[in-house]
């Protein structure tokens, strides 16, 4: 909603310029898709790691309550 916002109000301050982020966003979105693809699984893979680690840990602290 305030991306909306911010972008109405660049339509009445500058409409050519907001009409070419209107075209260009779905562009920009695209390029971006692999990035957060990547970074998702380095995320995944990052928890991963860590859950491994601490898991001995999380072990012998509560046996009980795993």
Do not use: K, Q
Not at 7 to 31: E, G, K, N, R
Request: aromatic share 18%; proline share 8%; glycine share 4%.
């Amino acid at each position: 909603m305030f991306t909306f916002l911010l972008w109405c109000i660049l339509f009445v301050v500058c409409w050519p310029l907001a009409l070419l982020a209107l075209i260009a966003y779905p562009f920009v979105w695209l390029i971006l898709l692999p990035f957060r693809i990547v970074g998702v699984a380095i995320h995944g893979v990052l928890e991963l790691v860590f859950l491994v680690i601490t898991l001995p840990f999380r072990l012998l602290a509560a046996p009980f309550r795993v």
